[in-house]
Every structure is written in structure tokens, then in C-alpha cells.
């Protein structure tokens, strides 16, 4: 029996329009429907999977405390992190593109086998967002590669600074147009695994920006640490001046990442993000 019980706040439920193959290992999925009505401003979102074959897809629910009551086990929809890629309301879709990992991933398998009409939970926009600088170092792997391409197509015209991306091959690379500014490099891992030194030796032979820089760094694991180690403890900047998220980490499912290491954001993510929102208010 479906559950009666209002859905919890902010999921929406919708469809996919359709999918567009954007390089070998990169699937763009496009999704719409009547919820997606009054979607709002941020980076991220939260998806929900529901199992395969699942026909009618059961979502969590408000329970009697407010809390989110979810479907029973071989029910429950599977939770991974996206990235806006693009929200145009006036089009009605919201585009969300997939790294193509394997197999071993409900999220990459979902996007490879999605068909027009499959449902899938989102919840969000949010997370907090590149500050402003007189130059930025923006810096990150495959899975950042969506993230970086909403994020170059914000710059203003007249920024200035480094957008780094680290891809397993040329074959990855895709048609960014950053302003003038802003020298982009793209890094190919050539069969070495991910979360090797590739990035963040890319990061450290960069010249160091003069004035007030603000870095992002997104990618594995690892690359994110050391990079994140660099910015923070041999350039000395302050927390306010980088973000840093690791967006995945070799042989962890997203769900025992985040459970476990948070995704490797650390004290002064949360501080910095709580001083941001005051500096707003
Ligand atoms: C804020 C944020 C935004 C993100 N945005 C995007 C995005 O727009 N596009 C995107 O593709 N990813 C993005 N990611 C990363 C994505 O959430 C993870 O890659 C996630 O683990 C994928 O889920 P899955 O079900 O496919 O694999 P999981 O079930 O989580 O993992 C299964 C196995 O695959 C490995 N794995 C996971 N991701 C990768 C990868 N990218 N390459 C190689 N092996 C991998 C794991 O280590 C594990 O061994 C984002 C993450 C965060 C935190």
C-alpha cells in the first residue's frame, strides 16, 4: 500500500525529457515535469534512485516528529549528490550530467540506462558557492567537470585566475568558453587511477595569483586533501578563501563517504559557511 503521509518537504518527483551523450564517459540527463515549478538557486542537489524495476516508486515520507520516515528496505530510493548543470525555468528542465563510472554505481548505472519518463526524487538546490575574487583557482576531477562548467559559465567577464580539470583522457574534454582571463588546463590521467598527484602537482606548479584569491577544489578523495592541505597550510589562506568538498573516494559508495568521512569537509568548512551566511544577513 502506498503510503498515505505527505512527502517530505522539498522532494519533488520528476520525469527524465531525455539524455544526451555529452562526451564517452558523460551522460547529461534532462528532467522536467510539473514539480520542477519555483526550483531555486544553488549548486547541488540530493537524487533519489528508487530501486531498479521498482514501477511504482515509493519516496520518503513526514513522519508524526517532523522527521523523514523512509520506505522499507527493498523499497528505499538510493541517495547521491549532483550538481546543477543548468535550471532553465523557462524551458522546464534541469539538467544533471553523470560521470559513466561502471556498474558498480546505482547513480552512474541509472544514468546509462535512463528512458524518457523514468522518475527520480530530488530534493534541494543547495550548498554553498565559489566567493568572489580578483582571482580564482578552480580546481577539480571528472565528477567536478559539471560543477566546473556552471561555475565558469558565472564568471564575470572580466575575471581573472586558473580553472584546472583532470580528466582520464582527451577524449573527456568538452567546450568550455571561459572569459579571457581565465587560462583553463585540462590534465589527463593516461591509465593512471584517479585521486593520484596529477591535480594537485597542477595546482602547486601554478604560479601563485597576487591579491585576494578564492580556491575550489572538488574531485576524489585524496586530491581534494592535498590540494586543500597546499591552499590552506603552505599558502596560508584563510578558511573564507577556499572551499573544498570531496565529491567521492576510491571504493566507498557515496552513502559510507559521507557517513563516515563527511565527504572530507572539516571544521572550518562549516565555519566558514556559517560566516558566509552572516556576512549575507
Ligand atoms: C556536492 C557534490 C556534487 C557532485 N556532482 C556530481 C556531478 O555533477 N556529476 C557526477 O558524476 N558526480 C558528482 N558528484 C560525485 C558523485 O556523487 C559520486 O561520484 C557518487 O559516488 C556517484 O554515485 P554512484 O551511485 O554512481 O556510485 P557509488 O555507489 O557511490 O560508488 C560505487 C563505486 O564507484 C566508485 N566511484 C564513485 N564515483 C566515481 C567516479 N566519479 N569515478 C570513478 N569511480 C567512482 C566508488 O568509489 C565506489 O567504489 C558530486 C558529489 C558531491 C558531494
Known amino acids: ?3 498515505e503521509r505527505p512527502r517530505v ?3 519533488r518527483v520528476l ?3 531525455r539524455a544526451e551523450q555529452v562526451t564517452p564517459g558523460m551522460r547529461r540527463i534532462i528532467l522536467g515535469g510539473p514539480e520542477l515549478a519555483g526550483f531555486g538557486d544553488g549548486p547541488n542537489v ?3 534512485f528508487p530501486p531498479r524495476g521498482d514501477e511504482d516508486p515509493r519516496w520518503p515520507v513526514q513522519g508524526p516528529d517532523g522527521r523523514p520516515v523512509w520506505p522499507p528496505a527493498e523499497r528505499r530510493p538510493t541517495m547521491r549528490t549532483y550538481t546543477v548543470r543548468r535550471y532553465d525555468a523557462a524551458a522546464g528542465e534541469l539538467h544533471v550530467d553523470f560521470v559513466l563510472h561502471g556498474d558498480a554505481g546505482v547513480a552512474s548505472r541509472w544514468a546509462r540506462d535512463a528512458r524518457p519518463g523514468d522518475p527520480l526524487g530530488v530534493l534541494g538546490p543547495g ?3 565559489l566567493g568572489r575574487a580578483d582571482r580564482y583557482v578552480v580546481a577539480g576531477d571528472h565528477s567536478a567537470l559539471p560543477a566546473i562548467g556552471a561555475i565558469v559559465e558565472g564568471l564575470p567577464a572580466d575575471a581573472r585566475g586558473h580553472v584546472l580539470v583532470e580528466v582520464p583522457g582527451p577524449e573527456e574534454v568538452q567546450d568550455l568558453a571561459p572569459p579571457p582571463g581565465v587560462e583553463l588546463t585540462w590534465l589527463f590521467r593516461d591509465g593512471a ?3 593520484g598527484p596529477v591535480l594537485a602537482d597542477a595546482v602547486r606548479a601554478l604560479p601563485w595569483p597576487d591579491g585576494d584569491v578564492f580556491v575550489w ?3 576524489e578523495s585524496s586530491s581534494v586533501r592535498a590540494i586543500r592541505s597546499y591552499v590552506r597550510d603552505e599558502r596560508g589562506l584563510e578558511r573564507r578563501r577556499y572551499l573544498a568538498i570531496g565529491y567521492w573516494k576510491r571504493g566507498l559508495t557515496e552513502t559510507t563517504y559521507h557517513d563516515e568521512h563527511d565527504n572530507d569537509r572539516d571544521e572550518d568548512y562549516y565555519a566558514a559557511g556559517r560566516e558566509e551566511a552572516a556576512a549575507r544577513a
Open 217 to 219: 577544489i572538488a574531485g
Open 46 to 48: 540530493k537524487l533519489l
Open 9 to 11: 518537504p522539498g522532494l
Open 127 to 129: 550548498g554553498r558557492v
Open 15 to 17: 520525469s527524465v525529457l
Open 193 to 195: 587511477a584517479a585521486g
Open 1 to 3: 500500500m502506498p503510503d
